[in-house]
């Protein structure tokens, strides 16, 4: 009789355990899965990556001339550009594809130091030390190659007194508004292979979708350390990217 009551208890345990996992919440190994069958619902994430090359890029360079006159310092900047343009459409750029920016003007001074005669600092004196004129080049094209060299070979015309800094490529993707809408399109299918998948593992079927969201774009450098931001990162300084997006959904549980 003792043992009749130990397996009557047994069997009563068992029967609570499964009423209580048959409520539970359900995760896969992953955390992707969220399901409940006291609200007859699955919630699934579905993601997509995509790697592409980017179709344009942005240079710029910047030259500068500093002179005690500012007439003088303005003749020998408008020379310099005059200079970077030959340059420029001699390597092959059209006119169209880059621009001068307004040229900038400072002042310079310099600082000169008044001593006793015990050698004791008694004053500085600000002195105006000329006009430091600067200016930046800047080409928007879509031969990604040539504008590469062309942001290494221009400190060449340090040669001929031209004293250019050449700043890193920056790459863009003008397609991208496509690249997201089939991101997108992408993603919402692997969420639906997880949720059906989930569900009829559990001997269900899926219904309609009561609700769904998406993540912000992540478009990273392709094998780069950049990571990912509540707000989303866009990298622009690698011609090779890698973009990812998430979906969130939400279905019915038949």
């Given at each position: 009789?003792?043992?009749?009551?130990?397996?009557?208890?047994?069997?009563?345990?068992?029967?609570?355990?499964?009423?209580?996992?048959?409520?539970?919440?359900?995760?896969?190994?992953?955390?992707?899965?969220?399901?409940?069958?006291?609200?007859?619902?699955?919630?699934?994430?579905?993601?997509?990556?995509?790697?592409?090359?980017?179709?344009?890029?942005?240079?710029?360079?910047?030259?500068?001339?500093?002179?005690?006159?500012l007439k003088e310092a303005y003749g020998l900047i408008k020379n310099d550009k005059k200079v970077i343009r030959e340059f420029l459409i001699s390597k092959g750029v059209s006119e169209g594809d880059f621009s001068f920016l307004a040229i900038g003007i400072?002042?310079?001074?310099?600082?000169?130091?008044?001593?006793?005669?015990?050698?004791?600092?008694?004053?500085?004196?600000?002195?105006?030390?000329?006009?430091?004129?600067?200016?930046?080049?800047?080409?928007?094209?879509?031969?990604?190659?040539?504008?590469?060299?062309?942001?290494?070979?221009?400190?060449?015309l340090i040669e001929q007194d031209v004293f250019i800094s050449s700043f890193s490529p920056k790459y863009f993707y003008t397609r991208l508004g496509e690249l997201k809408i089939e991101m997108i399109r992408r993603a919402a299918e692997d969420g639906v292979?997880?949720?059906?998948?989930?569900?009829?593992?559990?001997?269900?079927?899926?219904?309609?979708?009561?609700?769904?969201?998406?993540?912000?774009?992540?478009?990273?450098?392709?094998?780069?350390?950049?990571?990912?931001?509540?707000?989303?990162?866009?990298?622009?300084?690698?011609?090779?990217?890698?973009?990812?997006?998430?979906?969130?959904?939400?279905?019915?549980?038949?």
């Open positions: 009789m003792s043992k009749f009551k130990n397996y009557s208890v047994l069997a009563a345990a068992f029967i609570v355990s499964v009423v209580i996992f048959s409520t539970a919440v359900l995760l896969s190994t992953n955390g992707r899965y969220f399901f409940s069958s006291q609200n007859s619902d699955i919630s699934v994430t579905g993601s997509a990556s995509m790697d592409f090359t980017s179709d344009l890029v942005v240079w710029e360079g910047e030259f500068k001339k500093h002179e005690m006159d400072q002042q310079k001074f310099r600082t000169e130091n008044h001593f006793n005669s015990e050698g004791d600092l008694v004053d500085r004196e600000s002195i105006p030390d000329g006009y430091e004129l600067s200016q930046r080049i800047k080409i928007n094209s879509t031969e990604i190659d040539l504008v590469e060299r062309i942001s290494n070979e221009v400190t060449e292979l997880r949720a059906t998948t989930a569900v009829e593992g559990g001997r269900a079927s899926l219904g309609g979708l009561l609700e769904t969201s998406i993540g912000v774009f992540q478009i990273l450098g392709a094998n780069s350390n950049d990571s990912f931001s509540w707000g989303g990162t866009l990298n622009t300084h690698h011609k090779h990217k890698t973009a990812f997006v998430n979906v969130k959904q939400r279905y019915e549980v038949e």
